[in-house]
């Protein structure tokens, strides 16, 4: 999550945080209730309209002061299918007085884009920045209980409007440890984040519950371990969580890494969705937008893309000119790489269609983890290897990109639908671990893993 640049006092190199579905295409309209594409554009055309031909969204972070700038508003209108309140869903904004909740400017927003079918993500319901005064000097069961209410009261308010919400935001530390961040609301015991996804699923059973963080974009780092094994965790004891959010602020201090497709692929073969939720990138290249996309468009479960503001000007960054647009409202050249990227992208498979929450197992079946790793790459053919926890007689599901055919595999039965292209690999006593090859075709993209059930 993402506060407004006048609001932020950490040092300039190191990223600030922040804190839909798209409305036309594949299963998030239905999610989004929306019927109509934002501004009637042709699809190909802009960037939420390229993104929805691929089953995705093209978001960005709006303010409800700027709502009044035409300039602003038009490039909303016109270019996005997704929104996010930048500010106006935080604490302090939603109950600056213990409960005392306002919701006008939020409201305001979601009304804006809900009128021009637009979806809405929820920003933020959990995090230990921008409280109000009240909660910052609260602690214990005080200060859980105040916490859980919050989450019921605005998760409540938005019930049916919001498709997806950053359920808790931050909650890692920096650093090589992999450890909680300590904050008040850690302080009030360990499973708060728990805690906070349980009630939020309560208060609105119908949007999807994401963790978001930041500088969780290489996958070699801890935080980025630590996540991920709490999103593993929950999954396989329950906890509702939907998806997660890679805020990816990129700068010289925390770069785009070369594994980022790698991260966005490994969370989701968890079985949850994978959201960019708070893109800007320092100077803009148009080289690393593309990237992004791209890294996206290839990871059937990366769900779509935010970017935090609308013109430079707009930036909490502002310095750093990292957005589509530039002062004035002009495309920029990230914004051609960007909508060529999205007209390019080969749309996600659909057979079988990514889950959505935890795997349904065959009756006297039961659920297991399969974790997908990268092996060795030749000239025209890769490995992929994928290690199955939970099960010692499994069946999982994996699905590669046309034009790309799988042409080995060992340590398993496998089958394949009419297309091909999803591959079921059964047990067959060799352990836990089976691999494959892939021809790659002039395709790259990593193979998904969609289920993994227990038999």
Known sequence: MIERCHRDTRPRSRPRLHAALAVAAVGLLAA???????????????????????????GAAVAANKLSDNTYVTILNREFNSVTP????????????????????????????????????????????????????????ALRQAMLNHVTQVATHFRGQVVAWDVVNEAFADGSSGARRDSNLQRTGNDWIEAAFRAARAADPGAKLCYNDYNTDDWSHAKTQAVYAMVRDFKQRGVPIDCVGLQSHFNSGSPYPGNYRTTLSSFAALGVDVQITELDIAGASPTTYRNVVNDCLAVARCTGITVWGIRDSDSWRASDTPLLFDNAGNRKPAYDAVLAALNNGTPPPTTPPPTTGPTTPPPGGGSCTATLRDGTRWGDRFNSEVTVSGATNWTVVVAVTPPQKVSATWNGTPSWDSSGNVMTMRSNGSGNVFGFTTMANGNWSRPQVYSCTAS
Do not use: C
């Not at 929306?34 to 190909?44: D, F, H, N, Q, Y």
């Open 32 to 58: 989004a209730g929306a019927t109509v594409l934002p501004g009637a554009a042709s699809a190909g055309t802009t960037l939420g309209a390229s993104a929805a031909e691929r089953g995705r969204y093209f």
């Open 86 to 141: 930048e500010n106006e869903m935080k604490i302090d904004a939603t109950e600056p007085q213990q409960g005392q909740f306002t919701f006008a400017n939020a409201d305001r927003i979601v009304s804006h884009a809900r009128s021009r079918g637009m979806s809405v993500r929820g920003h933020t319901l959990a995090w230990h920045s921008q409280q109000p005064g009240w909660m910052q000097n609260m602690s214990g069961s």
